[in-house]
């Protein structure tokens, strides 16, 4: 059947598939993702990923930290940044990835969300070939690229996590909070995901406290799920967090020997080891790529 072109200029939907498998196997890039999620909001979640990403900084690796919180976007404030443009711009077709990335505090790279990424089930052949395309760009761009997904357990969040090299669990010793990041774990279990999936526990009181509800997550996951839920770490409660976030300035730059920014030193130190231990061939764009095929 002779398929006339679309609107895009593209021809039919086996010939943009076609050129998307292209991409992917012209890609070389062996980018690592971290993707940080949590059960419910309102456990630090954003405030862990925006730090964690500068300490692996810290450590000469080329990051990329991209906010896909869409109910709750706020890495931008967190690091004092304004950026006109965002992943929307790019999957619109609008801008190229290099012109959406803006410099942020700690050497990193940051990318905003949008409403275009909340709508990745929903895709027109052109974003997605977009998407796809800028997504791979990034392998050239960055060493680590930190996701900072929504919290819950939506499609959308869950298809980006499963193609991770890393799930970041972000959770509070509080029951609730406790109780949603297993229901996060379970529904991560559920996927054919070759991740690996650590636990941070935030706002502990204490080491102790900590350490329990971890043990807690992982004895759970390990009796009804039948799989290994790591403990990544932990971060204490501390006044500093709050002070830094009225400044504007992440708290491991701001107050670097404080109590929190000592426990997230550790996180990304623990990140480190696990995420680069095993470097595989494949990409986290590479499997992110085939969820669209």
């Known amino acids: 059947m002779h398929m006339e072109p679309d609107a895009t200029g593209m021809s039919g939907t086996s010939d943009q598939a076609d050129r998307l498998r292209a991409l992917v196997r012209e890609s070389r890039g062996v980018s690592r993702l971290v993707a940080v999620t949590s059960g419910k909001g309102g456990v630090g979640k954003t405030n862990l ?3 964690a990403a500068i300490c692996l900084a810290a450590r000469g690796q080329r990051v990329v930290l991209i906010d896909a919180d869409l109910g709750l976007a706020n890495a931008d404030v967190l690091l004092d940044v304004k950026a006109p443009y965002n992943l929307g711009h790019v999957i619109s077709g609008e801008k190229n990835i ?6 942020a505090p700690g050497g990193i790279k940051l990318i905003l969300g949008t409403s275009g990424v909340g709508r990745l089930a929903n895709l027109s052949e052109f974003e997605r070939h977009n998407l796809v395309q800028s997504m791979l760009q990034l392998e050239s761009l960055a060493d680590v690229v930190v996701l900072d997904c ?8 869950i298809t980006f996590a499963a193609a991770a090299d890393h799930v970041l669990v ?3 010793p509080e029951p609730t909070a406790l109780t949603d990041a297993y229901a996060t774990i379970k529904v991560l279990s559920r996927e054919r995901t070759t ?3 650590g636990t941070v526990v935030n706002l502990a009181t204490n080491s102790s406290e900590a350490r329990s509800s971890a043990a807690r997550l992982s004895e759970v996951a390990r009796r009804f799920l039948r799989m290994d839920v790591d403990n990544t770490g932990y971060v204490l409660k501390d006044e500093h967090v709050a002070l830094a976030v009225r400044h504007r300035v ?7 020997r404080s109590p929190a920014s000592t426990c997230l030193a550790a996180v990304a130190n ?3 080891r ?6 595989s061939e494949d990409s986290f764009f590479r499997r992110v790529a085939n969820f669209f095929f």
């Open 49 to 51: 990923a925006v730090n």
């Open 98 to 103: 290099d012109e959406v990335l803006v410099d």
């Open 150 to 157: 929504a919290a819950g357990i939506s499609r959308n969040v």
């Open 170 to 172: 972000v959770t509070t």
């Open 195 to 197: 991740a690996s999936i």
């Open 250 to 256: 992440p708290v491991i730059l701001r107050y670097p």
């Open 270 to 272: 623990t990140l480190a």
């Open 274 to 279: 696990e995420t680069f231990a095993g470097r």
